[in-house]
């Protein structure tokens, strides 16, 4: 997470009175994924991870996932990203480099013999964050409640963003295929959506009522999208 924090420069140096702009990271966020992400075990603790603070100050900064000898879990970090890039009123979200494009560590090797590949293929992540930019607006709906181990979120859409396009985020730390139903909005009734990861096969029609059942694979996150969204097929192609 970070905040971001007008400073005087003459509390800094004691010399000039035009301001910056202080970013601080939010460490407590990643060691809260990390818990979450090898200590999960229900509905309640993954509840907590939708509700870490109230808006405007939930779920922003992404701290690199393989910092500090306490690596999130591999399968938690794309749950992670869903939920600092896709929620609103998140603040400010930094994606770490290695996440996208792999690491060499500290210590490179000869031939760089200890590359480590970007998380999930690196496939995923880019597309949460063209998903952040296309349809990730308007009224935020949470879905914490009868599934022990699933989660889930939707995002309306607003009119002034991609014809109005949302989305709608499922999560689940458990073992087994998981699903949950959510309002996506009355206006896209009718709409059949899928998973822009690719994770989840598979399509939904989203009922008259604005309601549809959003599955997801075992320790996993699925961001569902109408297949015809503004934007769907440059996300769909795109290879980073």
């Not at 994924?33 to 509840?47: E, H, I, M, N, V």
């Not at 100050?57 to 970090?77: D, I, K, M, R």
């Not at 320790?219 to 290879?239: K, L």
């Amino acid at each position: 997470m970070t905040q971001t924090f007008v400073v005087n420069h003459d509390t800094v140096s004691g010399k000039h009175s035009s301001s910056l702009l202080l970013s601080l990271f939010f460490f407590f966020l990643f060691f809260l994924f990390f818990s979450f992400s090898l200590l999960l075990s229900s509905s309640q603790q993954a509840g907590q991870s939708l509700e870490v603070c109230p808006p405007p100050l939930s779920l922003p900064f992404q701290l690199p996932l393989t910092l500090l000898q306490t690596p999130v879990a591999p399968f938690f970090v794309p749950l992670a990203y869903a939920l600092i890039l896709l929620r609103a009123d998140a603040g400010l979200p930094c994606v770490f480099y290695a996440d996208l494009y792999g690491s060499i560590g500290q210590h490179p090797t000869p031939g760089y013999t200890n590359f480590v590949p970007p998380t999930s293929g690196g496939a995923a992540i880019p597309r949460m964050m063209l998903a952040r930019k296309l349809w990730a607006y308007g009224p935020q709906c949470d879905y914490v409640d009868d599934d022990p181990c699933c989660v889930g979120f939707t995002r309306l859409g607003h009119s002034s963003r991609s014809a109005g396009a949302g989305l709608a985020v499922v999560m689940t730390n458990g073992w087994e295929y998981a699903r949950k139903a959510m309002f996506v909005g009355k206006g896209h009734a009718g709409e059949v959506w899928t998973d822009v990861l690719r994770w989840c096969p598979g399509e939904v029609v989203i009922g008259a009522d604005g309601w549809a059942t959003f599955p997801v694979g075992h320790r996993s996150v699925a961001v569902w999208v109408h297949a015809a969204a503004q934007g769907r097929e440059m996300v769909d192609a795109f290879v980073l």
